[in-house]
């Protein structure tokens, strides 16, 4: 079946160090991928998406390239902030049947 | 547009007890997911509807919860009766065909002591 993987956490950075959180998936068919972020005690947000093969979704300072070749879709940012602290989940939407997945989550932390 | 709204947003029952939630989807959205959310993992998907048809229910716990969504719009997901594995967070999401325009609710926690 479907599923998205992701790289265990936590992850710890100092300020201004570059990230990169692996997410590979399994999927039949050309799904949508996501990144979501949840920040300490709030709900799921979306952070940046891409809806096929060589597309790049940006948001924030963040980026991630669909692979569809390695099926990857790696998120990354150039100089992490303590504000970017939070639990990032990869997901994809499965087109056939309009549902979206997860993956566990990575747990961010950006210290001073 | 306003958002996914659910309702209440914090709630503390006792095991053995009943629980209900709510959720009203964007207008519009004719499919309504409600997922759970164990502390420290991704959420999972527990049921989706299409309109007021359930269309994937092969997650969720029949033997003490359920949902419905009378008339195509507001859901509702009970929970009879809870125990402590329960304690989570329940995420209502709704969306377009073809999953445009997926949003999520803000959640309601649910602890079960």
């Known amino acids: 079946g479907n599923s998205v993987t992701q790289m265990e956490g936590p992850v710890t950075l100092s300020e201004e160090a570059f990230l990169t959180i692996n997410c590979t998936y399994t999927a039949t068919g050309y799904p949508s991928l996501f990144w979501y972020v949840q920040y300490p005690g709030e709900g799921l947000q979306l952070l940046l998406k891409a809806t096929k093969a060589d597309d790049k979704g940006s948001n924030k300072g963040f980026e991630a390239t669909y692979r569809k070749e390695t099926t990857s879709f790696h998120l990354e940012k150039g100089s992490v902030q303590v504000s970017d602290s939070a639990v990032y989940f990869c997901?994809?939407?499965?087109?056939?049947?309009?549902?979206?997945?997860f993956g566990p989550g990575t747990s961010l932390s950006v210290i001073p | 547009e306003a958002g996914v709204a659910q309702s209440p947003r914090y709630k503390i029952i006792e095991k053995r007890q009943s629980v209900a939630f709510w959720c009203n989807p964007i207008s519009g959205h004719a499919t309504l997911y409600w997922y759970q959310q164990i502390l420290g993992q991704g959420p999972k998907l527990l049921i989706q509807?299409?309109?007021?048809?359930?269309?994937?229910d092969s997650q969720l716990p029949k033997d003490r919860f359920s949902a419905e969504r009378l008339k195509g719009v507001d859901s509702t997901l009970k929970i009879q009766p809870a125990k402590l594995e329960d304690s989570a967070v329940y995420l209502c999401?709704?969306?377009?065909?073809?999953?445009?325009?997926?949003?999520f609710g803000s959640g309601t926690r649910l602890t079960v002591v």
């Open positions: 999401a709704s969306s377009r065909a073809g999953g445009y325009g997926y949003t």
């Open positions: 997901a994809l939407l499965q087109t056939s049947y309009d549902k979206v997945i």
């Open positions: 509807f299409q309109n007021n048809g359930v269309v994937d």
